[in-house]
Nanobody
Framework: VQLQASGGGLVQAGGFLRLPCPAS????????MAWFRQAPGKEREFVAA????????YYTDLVKGRFTISRDNAKNTVSLQMDSLKPEDTAVYYC?????????????????WGQGTQVTVSS
């Protein structure tokens, strides 16, 4: 399984970005696709997740109401729409897949990871 996150860039506070992450080699229809992020000098943290089977989304309180996670099972793609961006959203964003099992905020529970895409929000 390979994931390819993209869409990062430099944006002003209040702006928006959309991060798509197509996954190749997925052979299962259950499980979870998620986004994490890691800011300089900080631990990687959970951002959002979505069930591959029923599309139910989950968010950290830090992004709830501003970010929207979606998935397209036909294209094996998970996307993160980020609106009303803040400087504290600056981080490298990673997409991840957890096989067969429901969402969790624990990054070690995800089996496959994309390479990360840099998001920088200026004030």
């Amino acid at each position: 399984v390979q994931l390819q996150a993209s869409g990062g860039g430099l944006v002003q506070a209040g702006g928006f970005l959309r991060l798509p992450c197509p996954a190749s080699g997925l052979t299962f229809s259950s499980g979870t696709m998620a986004w994490f992020r890691q800011a300089p000098g900080k631990e990687r943290e959970f951002v959002a997740a979505i069930s591959r089977s029923n599309g139910t989304p989950y968010y950290t309180d830090l992004v709830k109401g501003r970010f929207t996670i979606s998935r397209d099972n036909a294209k094996n793609t998970v996307s993160l729409q980020m609106d009303s961006l803040k400087p504290e959203d600056t981080a490298v964003y990673y997409c991840a897949v957890r096989e067969f099992r429901p969402w969790t905020t624990i990054d070690g529970e995800y089996s496959y990871w994309g390479q990360g895409t840099q998001v920088t929000v200026s004030s």
